[in-house]
């Protein structure tokens, strides 16, 4: 199906948009209130209409062009329950999901794409949020599925599961599958990375790449009111310390020559978080390190949206083709 267009909303640094465009969407408008993020989607696609500022300010008014799209897809801050967050912070992830489900009311897209934590598809702390999300989409004529991906089962190599939320015209819902795993075999973070461990000529690469015969742990991006880029609490820095890496920072560039090559760990770049997150090397982070690396860790995985985009695709497509059996003409 060509000719298929989106608004995406918390855009990031693109990873969601990225994919969808691989998948056969062009996109509208593409927002988010991070100067840094809007810099890095014009960095790789000076031609996207990038709009930085706050979703909780957007008028859809003010941007007719969003109207009447094929999907509108976001990747809101992820939710947290309020055992686990400040009460401020949990409001206003809250807020920008609401307004981000709110968006529907005045775009119609055809279908909704909303990626957050895996919590949110069933766990009973955000039950109240499913039930905002039902009344609002379910009242517009949306059809909802909720489930969990795990990107490593899409080629990327990492362990990083997402709740996912699919909601469609109802002429469309019966018609959606949620993606199927795309790879039998999951990719180490030794294959993903031995050739960029090897680019400066480490001679201890291929011993290095031989025993990181794991996934990646969920890479974090951390809170930008928190200190310098590292890969995540106390937990996760010791499953990457198995796997022969140093987990407490990032390092400017992949070891050259002069690294002993019985080095006991070694440190990542934000480039190779990136790889570690299913970007492909052409794609380009703007800002400092630290800010790059948040950028990356927040990201919603490339080859995730992708899957998701075709799948999503193949429902408006089969549901374009005339009314179904079942189709009661509601929308």
């Not at 967050?85 to 055809?110: D, F, N």
């Not at 039950?127 to 609002?136: D, G, Q, T």
């Not at 987990?247 to 440190?267: N, T, Y």
């Not at 970007?279 to 860790?297: C, L, M, S, V």
Request: aromatic share 6%; charged share 20%; with cysteine.
């Amino acid at each position: 199906m060509s000719g298929l267009r989106f608004v995406d909303v918390c855009a990031g640094a693109g990873g969601l948009a990225s994919g969808l465009e691989q998948a056969g969407f062009d996109p509208v408008l593409l927002l988010d209130n991070k100067a840094v993020a809007c810099e890095t989607l014009r960095l790789n696609r000076p031609s996207w209409n990038v709009l930085e500022m706050d979703l909780l300010d957007f008028v859809p008014d003010e941007h007719p062009k969003t109207y009447d799209v094929d999907l509108l897809s976001a990747g809101p801050p992820r939710v947290r329950s309020s055992a686990t967050a400040a009460r401020t912070e949990t409001e206003r992830e809250q807020r920008l999901l609401e307004a981000a489900i709110l968006l529907t009311h005045s775009i119609q897209p055809r279908a909704l794409l909303v990626e957050n934590v895996p919590g949110l598809v069933s766990a009973p702390e955000f039950e109240s949020l499913r039930s905002f999300i039902r009344e609002e989409l379910e009242h517009l004529g949306y059809r909802l599925r909720w489930f969990v991906l795990n990107a490593a089962d899409f080629g990327v190599p990492q362990d990083r599961k997402q709740g996912v939320l699919v909601a469609l015209k109802e002429r469309y819902s019966d018609l959606f599958r949620p993606p199927l795993p795309t790879v039998e075999k999951h990719m180490s973070v030794g294959e993903a990375l031995h050739r960029s461990m090897a680019a400066r000529g480490w001679l201890g690469a291929e011993a290095w790449a031989s025993q990181a015969l794991s996934v990646a742990p969920t890479l974090v991006g951390g809170s930008d009111n928190r200190g310098g880029a590292d890969l995540g609490p106390t937990g996760t820095k010791k499953a990457w310390a198995r796997m022969g890496v140093n987990g407490g920072a990032l390092a400017d560039e992949v070891p050259g020559p002069d690294l002993d090559i019985s080095s006991a760990l070694i440190k990542l770049t934000d480039a190779q978080a990136a790889l570690l997150q299913g970007f492909p090397p052409e794609w380009r982070f703007a800002g400092r390190k630290t800010a790059r690396y948040r950028q990356i860790g927040h990201a919603s995985p490339p080859p995730v949206g992708a899957a998701l985009g075709r799948a999503v695709s193949a429902a408006l497509e089969a549901g374009s083709r005339g009314p179904q059996p079942g189709y009661t003409g509601l929308s």
